[in-house]
């Protein structure tokens, strides 16, 4: 069948920690990023799961693809949102494209792709799956084959923003376990070409246990029953590669790659309350208690601009015309959107230093705004402080997540390392920093394929 390619997504793996401080831990990785080429990905604006991973498998940008987040405005009423599942994705991904060429995929836990959708070969869908009672494989006997394999599939880690951290930590493993199995079942017993995995276990231990391993989080406790949780699972991630590894033909070449890195969290900004404060946002029946956005009565006669809280803040405007109850004139929407810019960048800490926050307008980063967009897209402190939809906070600063604990934000610089296993590595050593677009025209070139006009990334490899 020819060389191979396998990718190994680790979501949320940042490369200060894959690269640097665990890899003397991850006897396995080291091997391949000893004999191959690695450096770090810069990924989506904004950097989150979805829709990074399908960004980095079609090789378009948010706006291109109409996704700015796992919920996203289906029109510009006040309360029309849908969920990003596959349904939402039309353009092809790498396996669309290799299928079309004859070749077999195997996709497994790749983000968006629920409902499944027929490929040429075989499909596990994600965590953005309702549950193991839906169809969620193909083809559809698929699924009693991956159940029994792995004793009863999970797709995710159920409440991974939880005080019991014991519990928590069991259920990583449970479902990390299972995973893994299922992946190395599929590489015994079908034929493939390309070979995706994605592992969201790393993701939910970073949100869970980042202040336990950080001695810069504000939360950190030096001697904590947690301190080495983190590295103990890089350490169990690398076992479960090389058990896969040991299952692929020796001229596989192998990427391991993240979605997005990872920080720890400072604090999270209250996006709604610094918007009321403003004067941007009116409610008609201040709630006393924290409550979420979409639960109290906004007054949109008296309202410019409302916001969604998350890893990162989208902020909606109220115009005039475009809104049910509009109410800025469009002729005012740039200085309303450049004031709201100004003040953003002006919000400090809880200590009144300058956080340095900073809001981006959709058609400034895209090369094309697709679907109903945010009209700004907010990182607060670079990342370090999340946004926080919820209102009745009493203040614009807080120190506890109003969706549960959470340890731990999204960044940047994901991770990418390509090696082939017999050591002929088309590349290799230090990178320089590679765009998330990159990466599947590097596939389709290592497999021989042609890459679309219409990609955006370049191919690492001629």
């Known amino acids: 069948m020819g060389r191979r390619v396998l990718v190994v997504g680790l979501d949320s793996a940042p490369p200060h920690l894959l690269f640097d401080r665990f890899r003397p831990e991850m006897p396995t990785l080291a091997g391949l990023l000893d004999r191959g080429a690695h450096g770090r990905l810069l990924s989506t604006n904004p950097p989150i799961t979805v829709p990074a991973w399908t960004a980095m498998m079609a090789s378009r940008d948010p706006g291109q693809l109409g996704c700015y987040g796992f919920r996203n405005r289906k029109d510009h009423s006040y309360d029309g949102y849908a969920f990003a599942n596959a349904t939402h994705v039309r353009v092809p991904r790498v396996w669309d494209l290799l299928g079309a060429r004859g070749k077999r995929s195997i996709v497994l836990g790749v983000p968006q792709t629920y409902p499944p959708r027929p490929i040429v070969g075989d499909m596990v869908t994600c965590f953005l799956t309702p549950s193991t009672r839906a169809a969620y494989t193909y083809p559809e006997t698929l699924k009693a084959e991956v159940e029994a394999v792995s004793g009863g599939y999970v797709l995710d880690v159920d409440d991974f923003r939880t005080a019991d951290k014991l519990a928590l930590l069991e ?126 009565a906004i007054d949109w006669r008296r309202t410019r601009a409302w916001g969604d809280g998350g890893y990162y803040g989208r902020c909606f405007m109220n115009v005039k015309g475009r809104e049910p109850e509009g109410v800025v004139d469009p002729g005012d929407y740039e200085r309303v959107r450049d004031e709201l810019i100004a003040g953003i960048a002006a919000i400090t800490d809880d200590h009144g230093r300058p956080l340095r926050s900073r809001a981006f307008r959709p058609e400034e980063i895209y090369r094309d705004v697709r679907g109903v967009a945010p009209d700004l897209l907010v990182y607060f402190g670079d990342l370090a402080w999340r946004s926080v939809g919820a209102v009745g906070m009493g203040r614009i600063h807080t120190f506890e997540n109003d969706t549960g604990p959470d340890e731990a934000n999204h960044d940047w610089f994901g991770v990418f390392a390509l090696a082939a296993l017999d050591g002929a590595s088309p590349v290799t050593g230090d990178l320089a920093d590679l765009a998330i677009y990159d990466v599947a025209p590097t596939i389709l070139r290592l497999l021989g394929e042609p890459v679309p006009a219409d990609m955006i990334g370049a191919s690492l490899v001629a």
Not at 245 to 253: A, E, G, K, N, Q
Not at 266 to 282: A, K, M, P, S
């Open 171 to 296: 259920r990583v493993y449970a479902k990390t376990r299972k995973h893994w199995a299922v992946a190395r079942h599929l590489a015994k017993t079908r034929p493939w070409d390309f070979f995706v995995l994605v592992e969201m276990g790393l993701d939910r231990l970073h949100h869970g246990f980042w202040s336990f391993m950080d001695p810069e989080h504000r939360k950190y406790e030096p001697g904590n029953p947690f301190e080495h949780a983190v590295r103990d699972y890089y350490r169990h991630l690398d076992g479960e590669l090389a058990a896969l590894l040991d299952l692929v033909p020796r001229d596989t070449i192998v990427l391991v790659v993240s979605d997005h890195g990872s920080k720890r969290m400072d604090g999270g900004i209250c996006f709604n309350e610094w918007l009321i404060r403003e004067g941007h946002l009116t409610l008609r029946n201040p709630p006393a208690t924290p409550t979420p956005i979409g639960k109290v």
